[in-house]
């Protein structure tokens, strides 16, 4: 945790490096893209181990990775209906990518790649074209149709319809800026915390005695942090699950 004089510089966290050395200079392969690396091998680690034994009484694994799985398929039929059986592998990897990209960012020396809002963006970009095409390939041109709700006086088109098309396109800026901005603000505070811990123990004697209360909020927000977390990759998923809803059933 660095601070530099008097200043607490609580942003060069997120600053993105090549890593990888020579190789990984030439494609700009950053911490960030290594740490997704990281979050993929382990969920396919996860799945594959926990549950390639299929023991009648399951350890520590297979309790885990059935809990992840039984979680999420009851979100999706919940949200969905039966017919998001046929999505719960889209939905379970999002979870997975982005609950894994919030936790693993809380240990030493690691990246919190949800941090950045081109990497939130381009997961909430994609949760909506695969919505669309669902949409799309479900329904045809009857999906146009979702942006004017029927039964509404069609002489209100010219207002209703760009309101309905505006909101339609905010959806991937609601989901990207709200995961961003808790990883960002969470972030920030464990640092600004941390920092104080640091320089309030180097002032002497009665430093590490002051340094005990930045270091007791630190300890809370970090078992806060691990609950926003998962919170977030719950509403990820959960709000995915909600527009395919609206996109399988049009409504």
Known sequence: MAAEGKAIDALSQFELSTTLGPIGAAVNF??????MVYAAAF???LMTVGMGA???????MQSLAESAYEFIMGMVT????EEGKRYFPFVFALFMFVLLGNAIGLL???FTYTSHIVVTFGLAAMVIVV???VALARHGWHFFGYFFPEGAPLWLAPIIIPVEIVSYLSRPLSLSIRLFANMVAGH??????ATFVV???GLGVVGPVLSILPLSINVALMGFELLVAFLQAYVFAILTCIYLHDAVHLH
């Open 54 to 60: 299929r023991a009648l009484v399951p350890g520590r």
């Open 199 to 201: 320089m309030l123990g």
């Open 108 to 110: 030493p020396y690691a």
């Open 78 to 81: 919940e949200q969905v209906g």
């Open 188 to 193: 920030v505070m464990l640092k600004v915390f």
């Open 43 to 45: 969920a396919i680690l």
């Open 131 to 133: 919505v669309t095409g």
């Open 30 to 35: 950053t911490q960030s893209n290594l740490h």
